[in-house]
């Protein structure tokens, strides 16, 4: 572990940008991480809690995954998803939302769970959980997004925080009582996992993993950051939880390489490195 550490902080350190992860490996319970408690913006990775907080009103029967979800003209003003483009005034099922929410990262569908369940909800859960740095402020961020926006402008959390989350929803899919902490049980918590390992962005995190290879994972974009976070399988088993946000990417880094593409490469290295020390 000590050796594996050292290597990714070496992959960081050579990158001129902020990175920070969290490292927990299933098996030996070990756990690291590099600048894992600073707050930086969140993006779309913050949509895990959301989904968390929705599967616990639904656990505690306030609602309905059947129940209908309107899908308005209003929440069509964003960049992020499918739903952006279809006609308004329609509904889908809650469960749907959710799912577009995770897998295509559909702001459209994002917008009314969030007012659904209210932003001081899905905050007391973060909190209730040891979300300790995480704050969600908008149903999805204001557009534009200034680059030079500061932390407390947007949604916001450290790698620690969703690292523990998915730690949490990992150990309650198998316990009841730890589901139940999170006031969830575990075939919601099961339900949460499918739902993430469903998604679509095949990017970052499973990159240069070996085909086939199961994540339950969300990516986040921001006007400066590149973000993922998940767990990582191995023969249908959990192997390693692994939360990586990158802050204050450039657009062109100095050889002429897109910043994006040279945060969503190293968030690839750093799982594959991973995946092969562990």
Same mark, same amino acid.
């Given at each position: 572990?000590?050796?594996? %550490?050292? !290597?990714?902080?070496?992959?960081? /350190? +050579?990158?001129? *940008?902020?990175?920070?992860?969290?490292?927990? =490996? @299933?098996?030996?319970?070990?756990?690291?991480?590099?600048?894992?408690?600073?707050?930086?913006?969140?993006?779309?990775?913050?949509?895990?809690?959301?989904?968390?907080?929705?599967?616990?009103?639904?656990?505690?029967?306030?609602?309905?995954?059947?129940?209908?979800?309107? %899908?308005? !003209?209003?929440?069509?003003?964003? /960049? +992020?998803?499918? *739903?952006?483009?279809?006609?308004?005034?329609? =509904? @889908?099922?809650?469960?749907?939302?959710?799912?577009?929410?995770?897998?295509?990262?559909?702001?459209?569908?994002?917008?009314?769970?969030?007012?659904?369940?209210?932003?001081?909800?899905?905050?007391?859960?973060?909190?209730?959980?040891?979300?300790?740095?995480?704050?969600?402020?908008?149903?999805?961020?204001?557009?534009?997004?200034?680059?030079?926006?500061?932390?407390?402008?947007?949604?916001?959390?450290?790698?620690?925080?969703?690292?523990?989350?998915?730690?949490?929803?990992?150990?309650?899919?198998?316990?009841?009582?730890?589901?139940?902490?999170?006031?969830?049980?575990?075939?919601?918590?099961?339900?949460?996992?499918?739902?993430?390992?469903?998604?679509?962005?095949?990017?970052?995190?499973?990159?240069?993993?070996?085909?086939?290879?199961?994540?339950?994972?969300?990516?986040?974009?921001?006007?400066?950051?590149?973000?993922?976070?998940?767990?990582?399988?191995?023969?249908?088993?959990?192997?390693?939880?692994?939360?990586?946000?990158?802050?204050?990417?450039?657009?062109?880094?100095?050889?002429?390489?897109?910043?994006?593409?040279?945060?969503?490469?190293?968030?690839?290295?750093?799982?594959?490195?991973?995946?092969?020390?562990?």
């Amino acid at each position: 572990m000590n050796d594996l %550490i050292k !290597e990714l902080n070496r992959q960081c /350190d +050579s990158i001129p *940008f902020h990175t920070g992860w969290f490292l927990k =490996s @299933i098996n030996t319970e070990l756990v690291s991480n590099r600048l894992g408690d600073i707050v930086v913006p969140s993006a779309s990775v913050r949509k895990i809690a959301i989904l968390m907080t929705a599967l616990q009103a639904v656990s505690r029967r306030e609602l309905s995954l059947e129940q209908r979800l309107e %899908i308005e !003209e209003r929440y069509q003003n964003n /960049d +992020s998803g499918c *739903f952006q483009h279809l006609k308004p005034d329609f =509904s @889908i099922s809650l469960r749907d939302g959710l799912v577009m929410m995770i897998i295509v990262s559909d702001n459209t569908c994002t917008g009314p769970i969030v007012d659904m369940l209210g932003l001081n909800k899905i905050n007391e859960f973060s909190q209730s959980v040891g979300m300790v740095g995480t704050t969600h402020r908008h149903n999805f961020p204001p557009l534009p997004l200034p680059k030079d926006h500061t932390v407390d402008y947007t949604n916001a959390t450290t790698p620690n925080d969703v690292g523990v989350l998915l730690s949490k929803i990992l150990e309650g899919c198998h316990d009841e009582r730890l589901a139940m902490l999170m006031g969830c049980t575990p075939d919601l918590c099961r339900l949460a996992l499918d739902i993430l390992s469903w998604q679509k962005l095949k990017t970052r995190l499973p990159a240069l993993l070996p085909l086939g290879t199961k994540v339950a994972h969300k990516t986040g974009t921001g006007a400066r950051n590149y973000n993922d976070a998940g767990i990582i399988y191995r023969d249908s088993q959990a192997n390693f939880i692994l939360s990586v946000f990158t802050e204050n990417v450039p657009d062109i880094m100095n050889d002429g390489r897109p910043g994006f593409s040279v945060a969503s490469g190293l968030i690839a290295s750093l799982a594959r490195t991973c995946y092969d020390a562990l």
